[in-house]
């Protein structure tokens, strides 16, 4: 009975339908599956059937060379109410097939592959239809769908060529991906009022559609939705759409024009990727985003207004259209909000102006002609692939204003032969050097904490690179083919650790640096007692100090004063601390001063104990409480002051003694504290969406990827290689899969 290709083709269905229908379809799928496995298949005329725990009957084969096919209501008294998975998977003898009312469920794959069908009718009582339930039929021409269905699922019409018209019901709210995706002969279509979304790919080839009616239910429109609509000219998007996917209408290349409503913020990658008929547009005020490529290819585009509220703007966003060489003409560095977002027509020396904060990606991708480049401290930001592909870049300054240099920065400069990495430079990317054939030596800066993958492989000259003990992770082949490579660092640093791991040769600076830290703990109690016949005064201050060090010093001084006002009282209180400690030989010296002065009718008592307290009232109660923390970070030390003072006051008549009282004790305590290794990064295949996990999500990234609706960052490209076999293709979908249903128990697995 086909169980093993169910299965599979089960299985696989629930992987790529899993952006509309999520984890639960994937164990309805299942669980269908165990049912036909566990159940014995019983036959009538043409058909294969199972019963379900509850009595029902489901259709799950039909002899291949089967031509015209009823599926009867009921089967030895027991109701027909659902078509199973696969069940007339690849009959390419079928041509029609009637389909009881009885039945409230039609399967993923039923119908896939039926190239001879021509005529079906789908009863009122169905309420769904599976993925791919239709996928292939080849000579289906027209189609009804009955009120009573609320969604049509992935690819259910995928590939049906001569579809001409389809009817969807407004009882539809959802429609999957890819559902009408190279529907070539599909001229018009009207998406029904109230589904909110249009999901990728979803009209993706139907080379002959010439129009497309958007209700305003509709806020998004999803990746790939009109790509290769080659006949589209026109199109209008609803007012509540925030949003334009990526790749939209990449390579709808009638398109002459189209509005886009103010309410969209962002525009996509590739969103208008090859729109060739396409020669103006206007960027409405709020968007703040234009993906990479999104204007890409779009030959007749001479006219283009981007507002200032864009702040972000891709790599390749117009590259190839006239409105960029009209620009590059005015000047090499084409600028815009503050992006220089192009440099490829640059040649010799090239000096970036200090009014530009961000070089964005791919600014200077394949520029060949650039020999040198100087960036300014204004700039901050540089995007992928900055100088990717500048075969003779010679030379180079990196501010210090740069935090990081990204993936693929300077990739395949093969005629860079040195680089200074500034101190402020936290982490090197992917890919960052790959293929930087000149250079032999580079020292890595103490404020590096992390090297990307493959970061400098294929640097087939390196033979040396210092790698300081601030740096806790080295990716996966980041010195690949550098076959004459040392490593110069500290022992027992994570860069020694990583040099023995990869047979990397390693010779020791000296020892890792180890860090002290002296914690000082100063507590100080000082009670003032003054006595006037029945009235009495006390004072008390609490100060407590902490101060943690490395081998600096420091000093820090806390002044709290506090003022309280009560009827005719007055009482301020004024604490004042001075703390200087010194580490190697840690010295510590604490200073408090206070002075307390109490004023009563014509009486007048001084007190002096270390701190400041000035009291003048009649009867009266007043109590103060001051707290102060004090933080201070120098270099590698951190001093922590925390102050508290209170003071209570009681006075009931005016008679005056006075007795003073004081006490102090001091606490020091001293702790050591000494750096740890991280543990060296792995590869972790399947886990695409890099969160640290292998699920679902990762399946369905995967999925677009293999598609070709989502771009992956390098580091989730070395996750995808599911198979062991160095590509990313289907295979490691399905083998993904297989893991993930617990076929095969680890990956990468080759079949």
């Known amino acids: 009975m086909r169980l093993w290709k169910k299965v599979l083709a089960a299985a696989t269905a629930g992987v790529l339908c899993l952006g509309s229908a999520g984890v639960t379809g994937l164990q309805n799928t299942l669980e269908s599956v165990g049912t036909v496995l566990s159940a014995s298949a019983d036959t009538y005329g043409d058909l294969s059937y199972d019963v379900t725990d509850t009595g029902n009957i489901v259709i799950t084969d039909c002899r291949s060379d089967a031509e015209i096919v009823e599926i009867p209501a009921e089967i030895d008294g027991k109701c027909v109410t659902s078509i199973g998975d696969t069940a007339f998977r690849d009959c390419t003898s079928l041509t029609e097939i009637t389909i009881p009312d009885s039945v409230t469920h039609i399967g993923w794959f039923v119908f896939c592959g039926c ?41 259910t019409f995928f590939g049906c060529t001569s579809l001409t018209e389809i009817t969807i019901p407004d009882s539809v709210k959802s429609i999957g991906p890819k559902a009408f995706s190279g529907c070539t002969s599909l001229a018009e279509i009207t998406i029904p009022d109230g589904m909110t979304e ?56 009638s398109l002459t024009e189209i509005t886009i409503p103010d309410s969209v913020t962002s525009i996509g990658q590739n969103a208008f990727g090859g729109c060739t008929s396409l020669t103006s547009i206007t960027i409405p005020d709020n968007v703040t985003e234009i993906g990479y490529g999104a204007f890409d290819g779009c030959t007749g585009l001479t006219s283009i207004t981007i507002p200032d509220s864009v702040t972000s703007i891709g790599g390749h966003a117009f590259s190839e259209t006239p409105w960029l060489a009209e620009k590059q003409e005015e ?126 492989s294929g640097c087939t000259s390196l033979t040396a690179i210092t790698i300081p003990d601030s740096v806790t992770s080295i990716g996966e082949n980041a010195f690949g083919l550098c076959t004459n490579l040392t490593i110069y660092g500290y022992t027992g640093s994570y860069a020694e650790t990583y040099a023995k791991e990869n047979d990397i040769p390693f010779v020791s600076l000296g020892n890792i640096t180890t860090t002290e830290t002296t914690t000082t703990t100063i507590e100080t109690t000082v009670t003032t007692t003054t006595e006037t016949g029945t009235t009495k005064t006390t004072s008390t201050t609490k100060a407590t100090t902490t101060t943690e060090t490395d081998t600096t010093e420091a000093t820090s001084t806390t002044k709290a004063t506090t003022t309280t006002e009560t009827g005719t009282t007055k009482t301020t209180s004024t604490t004042k601390a ?12 604490s200073t408090t001063k206070a002075t ?32 102060a923390t004090t933080t201070t970070e120098t270099n590698t030390t951190k001093t922590t002051v925390t102050t508290k003072a209170t003071t209570t006051t009681e006075i009931d008549t005016t008679k005056t003694t006075a007795a003073t009282k004081t006490t102090t004790t001091t606490t020091t305590e001293a702790t050591t504290t000494t750096k740890k290794d991280s543990e060296t990064p792995t590869v972790i295949y399947g886990d695409i969406t890099l969160d640290g996990r292998v699920d679902i999500t990762d399946a369905v990234l995967l999925n677009k990827f293999c598609s070709g609706a989502v771009i992956l960052n390098d580091a989730a490209k070395l996750n995808s290689d599911c198979d062991g076999d160095g590509d990313i293709t289907g295979n490691d979908a399905v083998a993904l899969l297989q893991f993930l249903v617990q076929i095969v128990q680890k990956l990468p697995y080759t079949a």
């Open 115 to 155: 190239t001879s069908l021509t005529k079906i009718t789908i009863p009122d009582s169905v309420t769904s239809i599976g993925n791919n339930a239709f996928r292939g039929c080849t000579s289906l021409t027209s189609i009804t769908i009955p009120d009573s269905v609320k969604s049509i699922e992935m690819e």
């Open 198 to 253: 249009i999901v990728g790919s979803i009209f993706s080839d139907c080379t002959s559609l010439t129009s497309i009616t958007i209700p305003d239910s509709v806020t998004r429109v999803g990746y790939c939705a009109f790509r290769g609509c080659t006949n589209l000219a026109e199109i209008t998007i609803p007012d509540n759409v925030t949003e334009i996917g990526e790749g939209v209408f990449s390579g709808c290349t």
């Open 331 to 456: 000047n090499p560095l084409v600028v815009v909000n503050g992006i220089l977002i192009d440099g490829t027509t640059c040649t010799d020396n090239v000096v970036i102006p200090d009014s530009v904060p961000s070089i964005g990606e791919y600014a200077f991708d394949g520029c060949t002609s650039l020999i040198s480049i100087t960036i300014p401290d204004s700039v901050t930001e540089m995007g992928y692939d900055v100088f990717r592909g500048c075969t003779n870049l010679t030379e180079i300054t990196i501010p210090n204003s740069m935090t990081s240099i990204e993936s693929g920065t300077f990739s395949g400069c093969t005629s860079l032969t040195a680089i200074r990495i500034p101190d402020s430079v936290t982490s090197i990317g992917v890919y960052a050097f790959h293929g930087c054939t000149s250079l032999t030596e580079i020292t890595i800066p103490d404020s590096v904490m992390e090297i990307g993958n493959v970061a400098f």
């Open 578 to 589: 001075t703390t200087t400690t010194e580490t190697d030989t840690t010295k510590t010296t």
């Open 596 to 627: 307390t002065t109490t004023k009563t009718a014509t009486t007048k008592t001084t007190a002096v104990t270390k701190a400041t307290t000035t009291t003048e009232t009649n009867t009266t109660k007043t109590t103060a409480a001051t707290k």
